[in-house]
């Protein structure tokens, strides 16, 4: 089962603009992450943030954290027209001596040159 | 350096016939492993992951199986394909505590 709800579904903008991508989730988690997803391609590790940690930046990213709402976001600032992508969050459980990661639905993003 | 191979890239088969995916890992040693499908336009299904050598848990009841005969190879089959098997194929592996996933290219499966 999805893990992870996205929202909006897909989001188109100008260059320059900032992107603001959310990420729902259901159950406890050990830590959160942001993957990008160029069309037909694999997926791209973007940014980790823990359990225990609220922001955490890298680059032009900046990934939020609330726990108490299950919830993230993903800010893109300054867009480029090479961030046009598919952006999924996945939830990382551990259980056992493993870690289930399990994604959520995507956001599809376009910025436009 | 890690990293993990799968193939075909791309696969057209038709209703009815077996299936084999096959990913491999380099670099590491007793890697969490995953099989994801990717519908078109959609989010990633985790379809099964494997913790170890014969060691395998199914999320989702289907026409799909999965085995991990050596530690660093995981392969995806099916004894009879059907119309809806059809899909974009990750598999991936993680190592440790917060870490993150590396995926594979992934393969295109179209049945037909």
């Known amino acids: 089962s999805q893990q992870g709800e996205e929202d909006p579904q897909a989001l188109s903008i100008q260059e320059g603009e900032n992107a603001t991508m959310n990420c729902s989730y259901k159950?406890?988690?050990?830590?959160l992450q942001w993957y990008r997803q160029n069309s037909g391609r694999g997926l791209v590790h973007l940014i980790l943030?823990?359990?225990?940690?609220r922001e955490k930046h890298s680059g032009r990213l900046r990934v939020t954290l609330d726990t108490s709402k299950k919830s993230s976001s993903l800010l893109i600032t300054a867009s480029r027209a090479a961030d046009t992508a598919s952006y999924f969050c996945?939830?990382?459980?551990?259980?056992?001596?493993?870690?289930?990661?399990?994604f959520g639905t995507g956001t599809k993003l376009q910025v436009i040159p | 350096s890690q990293t993990i191979h799968q193939w075909p890239a791309t696969l057209v088969q038709p209703v009815g016939s077996p299936l084999s995916l096959e990913c491999t890992v380099e670099?590491?040693?007793?890697?969490?492993l995953y099989w994801y499908r990717q519908a078109a336009g959609r989010g990633l299904q985790l379809l099964f992951y494997?913790?170890?050598?014969?060691?395998i848990s199914s999320e989702v009841p289907q026409n799909l199986s999965a085995s991990r005969p050596q530690d660093r190879q995981f392969i995806l089959s099916s004894k009879k394909l059907l119309l809806s098997d059809s899909g974009f194929y990750l598999c991936?592996?993680?190592?440790?505590?917060?870490?993150?996933?590396?995926f594979g290219q992934g393969t295109r499966l179209t049945v037909v």
């Open positions: 991936a592996w993680t190592g440790g505590t917060n870490t993150e996933a590396f």
């Open positions: 159950t406890s988690i050990n830590n």
């Open positions: 943030i823990r359990s225990n940690e």
């Open positions: 996945a939830t990382v459980a551990r259980g056992r001596g493993y870690q289930k990661v399990t």
């Open positions: 670099g590491t040693s007793n890697p969490n």
């Open positions: 494997s913790v170890g050598i014969g060691q």
